[in-house]
């Protein structure tokens, strides 16, 4: 059974946004092990310089590598990432599942991920040329791999 | 204070989803008098025919119609539409505000809107190449609207 990891930089504290990841993780569970893993974000001054944000996502994204599986398939969520349909990222997600046991999806705090970290993955995917909040973003993100499993299985969920 | 219509063809039921707008709705009062208006979906057949869609997307765009104001601003939103940034969402959305006192933003329901219906409207909106579940994509349009009304107001919601 393929293994998805959501490795997220950010605390989930919203009940209402809690419940409806929980409910995708749930779902999920019929597909796959899905399993999401928050990680802390760095703290910033009010009004952080380039560099002191550079940092942070650097010591961010050691703490991301150190989570991910050897052999990983790794999508960086980014806004200037390939945009794509619900059905092509299903063929995505059905490649990476024949030569790797583990799907990675990384998802940056506030200010992203680090430009380092974005070059070693083997996908860079953006949802929408908007920018959303983290914790709606996250529910669009287990919605989209719950969506992606129920194409590749030919279930009714997508039509 | 500018007047924000969304109508959605089909009920929000879900607790959490209905919560969620709420929220927004009411984080949105600050900002304009924005308004929910749901429509009933037209029931079809398990295996509808390219007919009985067509013509179920006719019937309901012109409940729809009925309920647009005259002189309104009006977003259609499907996957066949402009995708952009948040902040050229927020300079759609001012503009919009100088010419008409109502900015309607139509939802379709499971099938989509009425094509011909989609070319009577201001502007045709998409926020992503996916599919999202009716219900999570009615909380990301009252998200990008409030996000919209932050970045013209310049507040810090949106950095």
Redesign the interface.
Known sequence: MLRIKIICVGKLKER??M??CEEYRKRLSRFCRAEVVQLEEQRLPDRPSKAQIADALRRESELIRAVIPRGAYTVALCVEGK????E??AGVMENAGLTADTVCFLVGG?HGLDETLKREVSLRLS???????HH?FR??LL??IY?AFAINSGSHY??
């Open positions: 209402e946004y419940a409806l945009g794509m349909t619900s092509a990222f506030s949802f929408s040329a908007m920018t959303f909040p709606l529910v669009m919605e989209q969506r997508h039509k």
